[in-house]
């Protein structure tokens, strides 16, 4: 085969930076060597932090494996395949990935993955099961603090008035769970509930979405992070709105952060804030109204027992302790997926002690518990079910840098250098354990 000219380089370079397609290259050892623009953006991930971990470190695969896995060990192409997976930010992704063997010289030398992003595709076309199928209502919202409670009285007021509305706060904080109240406020059952799912939204979606609004007089339109369009297709959004404005719908929009702000950035068209804003609702964190911490676990358990026979009803004082000191960062989801990890290892127990907790949340929490991580959690021992072999190793990883950096007083470089790893990527795994 020809030589390429090396003067041809940076036309390549420049190519797969901005294509439109993600492009993600590995040796055959799994290790990133090309990682463009389009995949850090479908991803959450940048070159720098994926450099040096293999494909298994950076991503938790639910039911398929990894396409660029089989390639590397079959050697043969994958075309056409739908991917769901979350990648180490917690982000729920769907791609359809074309995926080949790269064959140098000597043989196989690696793969490479062409993937489009489906994620606000998939979601709108079959939106994902609630494990609560019920319509939801104000009153299954937990309100039990002055904050929320300001929070639903004004929500109610916005779903009598019929005008726009939106949400800020958090990710995690329920804006979903808001917006669909607001809708069955006052809504008859009949009407639609329509949400736009703006990450990483296409213009074909929002091009869709003005005939779409013309299916029915009456219904609620959700723009979900309106914050996280591009600024053309928040004007397009806008002009679609303005149009239909004057029907008999109610509109709502979030965002994850102050408008101010979003606006000051760039990142948020201010006339289209402007359109929202005739009631502004935000929505607290869960650090700010901790007096909603244990009513949601006690809802929480009271609808697992329902459901699905659960035994567990009780928490006990040093787990609550521990859950009204930790600062959620997650919000309301984490401590949901929190319960749900507990209640899937629970057996015949009735009550949320503290071995029940998963040892990921024991070392995030560590700085508020008198028993922390101890090297002998790590032990292998036969009446002890087994971890996955992933979630095992990311423990482990955790323990063992947070020992190296106690051992080197915290500083970072010193810990790099004995571990024999970059600055970066300490850092990069260090900020990994306190998400």
Request: hydrophobic share 40%; glycine share 4%; charged share 25%.
């Amino acid at each position: 085969m020809k030589n390429i000219d090396d003067s041809l380089f940076p036309f390549y370079e420049f190519a797969v930076r901005h294509a439109a397609v993600g492009i993600h290259a590995v040796d055959i050892n799994g290790r990133t060597i090309i990682y463009n623009d389009k995949m850090k953006e479908i991803e959450g991930l940048a070159l720098e932090d994926v450099g040096d971990r293999s494909i298994l470190e950076l991503f938790n695969f639910d039911q398929e494996e990894s396409t660029l896995l089989k390639v590397l060990q079959s050697g043969k192409e994958q075309l056409n395949v739908k991917q769901t997976y979350w990648n180490r930010n917690g982000t729920e992704i769907t791609t359809i990935n074309d995926t080949y063997p790269v064959v140098g010289s000597v043989g196989q030398i690696g793969a490479v993955e062409l993937a489009r992003d489906v994620t606000a595709l998939e979601k709108f076309v079959l939106q994902p099961f609630r494990k609560n199928s019920d319509p939801v209502t104000f009153n299954q919202i937990i309100a039990s603090s002055p904050p929320m409670k300001v929070v639903i009285t004004t929500a109610k007021k916005a779903a009598r008035a019929k005008l726009p509305v939106l949400l800020i706060g958090e990710t995690g904080t329920g804006k979903d769970l808001i917006a669909e109240s607001i809708h069955n406020e006052l809504s008859p059952s009949s009407t639609l509930f329509y949400t736009l799912f703006c990450h990483s939204s296409d213009p074909i979606l929002i091009g869709r979405l003005g005939k779409d609004l013309n299916v029915s007089e009456s219904l609620t339109l959700f723009c979900e992070r309106i914050d996280l369009l591009s600024i053309p297709l928040q004007q397009k959004l806008l002009s679609i709105l303005l149009e239909a404005q004057r029907s008999n719908k109610q509109f709502i929009a979030s965002i994850g952060d102050d408008p101010v702000e979003l606006i000051a950035a760039g990142t948020l068209l201010k006339d289209l804030y402007y359109f929202f804003a005739s009631f502004t609702l935000r929505i607290p964190p869960l650090r700010k109204r901790k007096e909603d911490i244990m009513p949601f676990i006690f809802s929480y358990l009271e609808r697992r027992s329902e459901r699905y026979g659960s035994s567990l009803t009780e928490i006990t004082p040093d787990v609550e302790q521990l859950f009204l000191g930790y600062d959620w960062p997650g919000n309301v989801r984490e401590l949901e997926f929190l319960l749900d990890e507990i209640s899937s290892l629970a057996t015949t127990e009735t009550a949320i002690t503290y071995d029940l907790l998963p040892l990921h949340f024991r070392m995030k929490s560590a700085d508020i518990t008198e028993e922390p991580t101890q090297a002998t959690d790590f032990i292998v021992q036969s009446d002890k079910e087994l971890l996955p072999l992933d979630q095992f190793l990311r423990e482990a990883e955790g323990y063992y840098l947070q020992k190296a950096m106690k051992l080197n007083n915290k500083n970072i470089t010193k810990t790099a250098h004995a571990l024999g790893m970059s600055r970066q990527n300490l850092q990069y795994r260090l900020r990994k354990l306190k998400k």
